[in-house]
């Protein structure tokens, strides 16, 4: 008897919905969500549904670093709030994203109710980070770190373990593409945070 090594790709499904997403309240998407827990899913502007399956064990190794380093800092720092990548966020253009890390400033965070704060939050946050995994194109992560600048963050990573890259964002700045770098900086928008970005492509 000969065995078989399956293997299963990481591509999202995208489902093109019109308005039919209108219809649906917050409330009634978020529970939309918890009612399938097993994907991540997130919506576009454009009223798209993105529906992702979990990641496979190098991106969720390399996601379980990431936030690791990223949480020593929240904690030491004390200023804002960090979240890991099943939580989502209603941005101001309507869309509804899952970055694979996020951060918002406590005073912001603060600001919001605790419905807001239960469901999807309200806001888009001040430092976004995407990891792109194997199956990944990298062109459409591209947009979607654009359309978080667009909708208010203040720094951005999209991390690229495959071509060794980092691409770095800021509002009204060229993107910075950072070759096969040792560590990156979060300064001014998150002070003292240095991220070994070896550990994450490693």
């Known amino acids: 008897m000969s065995s078989q090594v399956i293997t299963t790709t990481a591509e999202p499904v995208i489902l093109h919905m019109g308005q039919f997403l209108d219809k649906l309240s917050e409330q009634e998407f978020f529970a939309f969500c918890q009612l399938n827990r097993e994907w991540r899913i997130e919506r576009t502007s454009a009223g ?3 529906i992702m399956p979990p990641t496979g064990g190098e991106t969720g190794n390399r996601s379980f670093v990431l936030t690791g380093s990223f949480s020593v800092w929240v904690e030491a720092d004390g200023t804002g709030v ?3 990548s099943s939580t989502g966020f209603t941005l101001p253009n309507g869309a509804k994203r899952s970055p694979d890390l996020a951060w918002v400033k406590a005073s912001r965070w603060q600001a ?4 807001e704060r239960e469901a ?3 806001l888009c946050p001040d430092f976004v980070v995407e990891l792109r995994s194997k199956s990944d194109p990298l062109a459409p992560l591209q947009k979607t770190m654009q359309e978080y600048i667009a909708n208010g963050a203040q720094l951005g990573w999209l991390i690229d373990p495959q071509d060794k890259k980092v691409y770095v964002y800021r509002p009204n700045e060229a993107v910075i593409c950072l070759d096969n770098p040792p560590t990156i900086s979060g300064e001014p928008v998150l002070p003292k945070f240095v991220l070994d970005v070896q550990r994450v492509f490693s």
Do not use: N, R, V
């Open 48 to 50: 798209d549904l993105i």
């Open 82 to 84: 960090g979240f890991d």
């Open 112 to 115: 919001l109710t605790a419905e």
């Open 120 to 122: 999807f939050p309200p």
